[in-house]
């Protein structure tokens, strides 16, 4: 039975999860992915704006990205985005598009992606970890308010830890997977 304070923050803890996800896909593993720079800002008509709000994107081979900006005027300036990103891309503008090339994937590389990647997955920890101290807290004036009894604390505080180390497992799962993308050449 999950505890009532533990079913008020589980929206939390799948959004943690979720995003943990969404990091992930930008970060390339060999093979062009709109992810990677659809969230990319571009200085458009003097306002931040993301790709994806400014032009469709395809991958029509494996390592490219073809970026078509449905304003023409853009092309220069989402090159130049894309350029200073540091994604390790090499954009270049064309007739009607920009070609981003993902460049093949060294060992080097490989292992900087996986840094990078070990990092968003610490995040995520804290993350999950910072949602677990407010449910605690919650825990923690109940009891003080009279609500629940101190054995309830600790059955409340037990579930919350199980919950913690389940949701840890289960990020540290999505960057092996993610990991073992990167390392396959």
Do not use: C
Not at 15 to 41: D, Q
Not at 87 to 116: C, F, H, W, Y
């Amino acid at each position: 039975m999950a505890s009532e304070f533990l079913r008020k923050y589980e929206a939390d803890f799948k959004s943690t999860v979720e995003h943990f996800k969404k990091e992930l896909l930008g970060i390339r593993a060999g093979r062009a992915n709109a992810a990677m720079v659809e969230n990319v800002i571009v200085d458009a008509y003097g306002v931040k704006t993301p790709i994806k709000q400014l032009a469709s994107i395809s991958t029509p081979e494996p390592r490219v990205l073809n970026i078509q900006p449905w304003d023409k005027n853009l092309l220069k300036d989402i090159e130049k985005a894309i350029s200073y990103a540091n994604l390790g891309l090499s954009a270049t503008a064309e007739a009607t598009l920009v070609r981003a090339i993902v460049p093949q994937m060294t060992e080097e590389n490989r292992k900087d992606l996986i840094k990078i990647m070990s990092e968003k997955l610490e995040a995520a920890k804290v993350a999950a970890r910072s949602v677990r101290e407010k449910a605690k807290e919650d825990i923690m004036s109940a009891q003080k308010a009279g609500d629940i009894t101190e054995d309830d604390r600790y059955e409340y505080v037990e579930e919350l830890d199980k919950k913690i180390t389940e949701i840890n497992k289960e990020l540290q799962t999505i960057a092996e997977a993610k990991e073992k993308e990167i390392m396959t050449v």
